[in-house]
């Protein structure tokens, strides 16, 4: 299925990812590298700042869907996940099955939050290296070739303290770019890696332009072999602590070093202490509450101590906002993964899981 749109493919290039293969020294970074495969097309790839790939088990669902969606010409992906679900990892991962798609690939974490009048003459000097060829702006490349474009880490152009999805000031011409790209015609893809959904895709999303998101969850039972990895015993309360942590990886590896630190590797002292010991989660956590609204903070202080999934069909009477005050920071939090929809029979409730409850109630007040 394609997209109507006319791609031209005429370069050639000698670079093939492999996430065994490790990343090139940073003075080479810029360059291409990596092997050479003579009988394929060749693909121009940078894959600049992205980390090292690492232990990586299961996805198999997700890079498929990851896979069909770039098969099937979508020009604007979104991964969306709090940190450490694998958002990265799984990119990663997904860069050798589908790199014979493409002419380039490009990597840019935007960590450092750069302007995009910047990031756009970075990715322009790239393409106008590799191709030899110089084009008035980015979209003329988008549509002159198939390019990649993975921008990691996207959450830091959004503003800290206002509800999910506000530009930064300065930022705000990131929206009509991300527009642009899932609008206009070319054959050329964009990944955005971020804690928040822009708010223009969600209505492109609604509008069916060519745009998905995909929102990572945990890993489920295949967490498990990071315990084995670990070396960590009681495997019959393995999945207590999948369950606590919701699968995340970063938050399982970082709970399994302070069991086998603190606990000795027992898992159930550690499950059976006072309150849950959150250790270096704390840190990871503190991120994403320092990016909320007052009214999200209240919102979500009020949701943590119902220590139960509850209705918000009413504002509850004991929180000193209007209703829509509420409901906007509700539905914020959703944006941001902070809440979870528990369906019960035809009623949906909202909770918060029990590693952000309890980071909640020691830190927000
Ligand atoms: N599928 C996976 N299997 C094993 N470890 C994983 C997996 N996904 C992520 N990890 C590990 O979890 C940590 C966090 O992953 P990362 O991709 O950086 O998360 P995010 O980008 O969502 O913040 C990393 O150490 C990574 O190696
Ligand atoms: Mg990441």
Redesign the pocket.
């Known amino acids: 299925m394609g997209n109507g749109c006319i791609h031209i493919r005429n370069i050639s290039a000698d670079t093939f990812y492999s996430p065994e293969v490790s990343q090139p020294e940073p003075q080479d970074k810029d360059k291409f590298h990596e092997k050479t495969r003579n009988s394929e097309p060749k693909i121009h790839l940078d894959l600049g700042d992205a980390?090292e790939p690492?232990?990586?088990?299961?996805?198999t669902s997700e890079l498929t869907t990851l896979e069909n969606w770039i098969l099937s010409r979508t020009r604007l992906i979104t991964i969306l996940?709090?940190?450490?679900?694998?958002?990265?990892?799984?990119t990663l991962q997904l860069i050798p099955q589908i790199q014979h798609e493409f002419d380039c690939i490009i990597w840019r974490s935007l960590h450092n939050a750069p302007p995009l009048a910047s990031l756009q003459t970075n990715l322009i000097q790239f393409l106008s290296q590799q191709q030899e060829i110089e084009l008035p702006d980015l979209i003329n490349y988008l549509r002159s070739y198939r390019c990649l474009i993975i921008l990691?880490d996207v959450q830091t152009i959004f503003s800290s303290q206002q509800l999910a999805g506000n530009y930064q000031p300065g930022y705000e011409n990131y929206g009509p770019f991300f527009k642009q790209i899932a609008e206009s015609c070319h054959n050329s893809c964009l990944i955005l890696?971020s804690w928040e959904k822009p708010r223009e895709i969600a209505a492109l999303e609604n509008q069916q332009k060519n745009c998905q998101t995909l929102q990572?969850n945990g890993?489920g039972e295949s967490a498990r072999?990071?315990f084995t990895e670990k070396g960590l015993a009681e495997s019959e309360n393995w999945s207590k602590l999948i369950d606590l942590y919701r699968g995340n990886?970063?938050w399982l590896?970082t709970a399994a070093a302070a069991i086998l630190d603190l606990f000795n590797g027992e898992i159930s002292d550690f499950l059976s202490y006072d309150s849950l010991v959150l250790g270096d989660l704390e840190y990871l956590l503190h991120q994403h509450f320092q990016r909320l609204s007052d009214t999200e903070k209240q919102v979500m202080s009020w949701l943590a101590n119902q220590n139960k999934a509850v209705e918000i069909s009413k504002k509850p009477a004991l929180l000193e906002l209007s209703p829509s005050e509420f409901l906007k920071a509700v539905e914020s939090l959703r944006r941001r993964l902070l809440i979870e929809k528990v369906q019960k029979g035809d009623r949906t409730l909202f909770a918060v899981q029990r590693a952000i409850a309890e980071y909640t109630k020691t830190n927000i007040k």
């Not at 690492?54 to 996805?59: A, G, I, K, M, T």
């Not at 996940?81 to 799984?90: E, M, Q, Y």
């Open positions: 980390p690492n232990l990586f088990y299961n996805r996940g709090l940190s450490g679900i694998g958002k990265t990892a799984l990691d890696i990572l890993l072999e990071i990886p970063l590896n």
